[in-house]
């Protein structure tokens, strides 16, 4: 095995070996893969491409550059990944609501990325919670809770570790391929037994077109099916924030909604279509009880006990369920945006919401940010909602005045309007295949 060799099949658009690639991988992961292979590597693949056969088999190299999971429960293990998006907090009101039907969900997330929130930075909020465990311990917290939501470990896909940082510097984040073996290295190696994938797409999401997002979700799709993982997707809309929040304690606030009052909306209806799709997928629910019993765990305050548990497993308050207001940071400034004009809200520019996130402190322009974790983005009006001229269609959380009210002009202008009153539909394919 050599790198060169592997490279130069490359370039001229051959796909290397199995074992090629599992030596390549074995190599990113020990370092005996210079920085230079890796980034010729990358941007080869990124180039040229591979087959759906080499794919696969990138995918589970840089899943067995690590450790794997394994468990030992009553029950199955299944998992949901975003390929992210603005007010997405779906895994934190997702998770526990799988765990009190009697599903083990390990869930390996991720911290915010560009204009996208960070699941693991929206848990942070939470005073004392911390997300790196060891396996022994997020077995104990899997087995206990029924859920878990922890960042990935330096063993988890190390290979994958040190390309993503490569390609991160080499343009070359932009690789159905690269992306694809990335996303699902880490999920395959958390020994899932199924899994759905909520691919978004929209102005607040990384692929803005449908043709860009049904493809990246075919291409995750038949590749975690090549590699022995039951899996579909969802195409869903990211013209809008999911949530009618952005920021990481303010959307915590939204998910206590939905977990303890039941609070209805984007959030809430996303949630039961990709619960409903793992159940009905790996389970033998119809999909009208799959709706039923998630809902009924909902109501009952099932699915909040378990979310209690997790987050007292983790650090946090034992009785954050019971008093999440009083734990959750607040900003010092909220003030009001107001419409300028009146009409139909008929979309938003999410990216550019996301970025007013992240300059107000609730994200990281570079790797050594310290998070704000109060600031952010509450009350989003959704598409379809009327609006009159001085009506309020968002507040601004910060810490300074002069912040809130440069915020305030990036909302209003991140606002379309129309005359017509329009809809935006929240599910825009299923694929399972």
């Known amino acids: 095995m050599d790198a060169r060799h592997i490279i130069a099949k490359l370039r001229h658009a051959i796909s290397p070996t199995r074992e090629e690639l599992s030596w390549f991988a074995n190599g990113l992961a020990d370092h005996s893969v210079s920085d230079a292979q890796a980034a010729a590597f990358a941007m080869a693949v990124c180039l040229n491409g591979l087959s759906e056969d080499a794919r696969a088999d990138l995918t589970l190299a840089m899943r067995d550059s690590g450790t794997c999971l394994q468990w030992d429960l009553d029950g199955p293990v299944l998992d949901k990944h975003s390929t992210g998006g603005v007010g997405d907090c779906v895994s934190l009101v997702l998770a526990p609501l799988l765990a009190s039907v009697g599903i083990y969900v390990p869930m390996i997330s991720g911290r915010g990325l560009g204009h996208t929130g960070g699941t693991l930075d929206k848990l942070n909020s939470i005073p004392g919670v911390r997300v790196d465990f060891d396996q ?12 878990v939501i922890a960042s990935a470990s330096s063993k ?27 996303i699902l ?17 929209g102005t607040g999401a990384f692929m803005k077109t449908k043709k860009e997002a049904v493809d990246m979700a075919r291409a995750l799709v038949r590749t975690a099916n090549r590699a022995g993982c039951p899996t579909t997707a969802l195409v869903s809309d990211m013209n809008e924030p999911v949530a009618p929040a952005l920021g990481n304690a303010i959307e915590i606030h939204e998910v206590m909604k939905v977990l303890t009052e039941a609070a209805t909306g984007r959030l809430y209806d996303l949630t039961l279509e990709l619960g409903v799709n793992l159940l009905s997928t790996h389970q033998s629910y119809s999909s009208e009880m799959a709706r039923s019993r998630l809902k009924a765990a909902l109501e009952s305050g099932s699915a909040a006990e378990h979310f209690g548990q ?11 369920v019971e008093n999440w207001r009083r734990f959750l940071p607040e900003a010092s400034t909220i003030l009001e945006i107001k419409a300028q004009e009146s009409g139909y809200i008929s979309g938003w520019n999410g990216e550019a919401l996301g970025l007013c996130v992240v300059r107000l402190g609730g994200g990281r322009q570079k790797e050594s940010d310290i998070i704000d974790p109060s600031v952010g983005l509450s009350d989003v009006l959704p598409i379809g909602a009327k609006v009159a001229k001085g009506d309020v269609i968002a507040r601004v959380h910060a810490t300074r005045l002069e912040q ?24 825009i394919e299923s694929i399972s295949e």
């Open 136 to 147: 022994q311990e997020l077995a104990h917290i899997v087995k206990t809770a029924g859920c």
């Open 156 to 182: 988890i896909a190390p290979a994958d570790k040190r390309l993503y940082a490569i390609r991160d510097v080499t343009s070359t984040v932009e690789s159905v391929d690269l992306i694809t073996a990335s």
């Open 185 to 201: 290295s880490k999920k395959l190696a958390a020994g899932l037994d199924g899994l759905v994938l909520d691919v978004k797409c």
């Open 310 to 320: 997790m987050i007292a497993l983790m650090g946090g308050p034992v009785e954050f």
């Open 404 to 427: 809130a009210k440069s915020a305030q002009d990036i909302v209003v202008s991140a606002l379309t309007l129309a005359t017509e009153k329009g809809t935006s539909p929240l599910i």
